[in-house]
Structures are given as C-alpha cells and as structure tokens.
C-alpha cells in the first residue's frame, strides 16, 4: 500500500500541493505586511504615493515617509538611466525599498511597484 506524503493543503475551494515558496511568501506577507510604491514621472521630477497593509502605518515612524519618498527621488535620478526595461527597473526598485525599510524599522514586507 502507498501513502502519499506530499504537502497538502486546502486553500479556499482548492486542494492542492502547495510549494515552499508559496509558504515562504504567506509567511512573509502574515509577518511583514505589503508595501505598493506608485511612480509617475512628471515634467522635471517623480510623484509617489505609498500604501500599506499588513503593517504598521508609517504615522507610527515619524519621519519614515519622507525619508522613503527622499531615498525614491535620489535612487530615481542616479539610477533609472541603467535599466533597459520597466520590468528590470521595478524589481530594482523593490528591492531598494524593501531593503530601505528593514534597515528602518526591522521589517521586510512585500514591495510592489507600479509604474504609470
């Protein structure tokens, strides 16, 4: 007789294998929250909007918000030039910011970041 041992979950009306990125990245979200960066270019400068979830709102961290959008504006002017791509420039972009905040305040969301 065989047994299965596979890692099975139930996620909503779905049963099915679940990988251990997925868990990783549940994790992550249930620890850390999300974080979505929106970037629109105007003439002579970047706009952004910051949204939160999952965390503690960035009130609590005086100062964190604008230090944020200050950091965005200098990676901006001296960095965007290098990437070919919209794709390559927003998962840099993540990454700067998702760093940025755990050197910040201790955590490391998810950062998502919309381009327009």
Known sequence: MFVSHRLL???GYTVGMTTEKEIHDREQ???NGV?????AKKPGEYLFKLDLAG???LDNFPGLEE???DFL?????????R???VGDFKAYAAKKVQDFI????????????LVH
Not at 73 to 81: A, H, P, S
């Open 9 to 11: 979950t139930v996620d």
């Open 29 to 31: 979200l249930r620890q």
């Open 35 to 39: 974080v979505a960066v929106s970037i």
């Open 102 to 113: 755990f050197e910040e305040i201790g955590k490391e969301p998810v950062v998502l970041v």
């Open 55 to 57: 965390m503690a709102q």
């Open 83 to 85: 990437f070919a791509g």
């Open 67 to 69: 230090r944020i959008y």
């Open 73 to 81: 504006q200098v990676t901006l002017k001296n960095e965007i030039q």
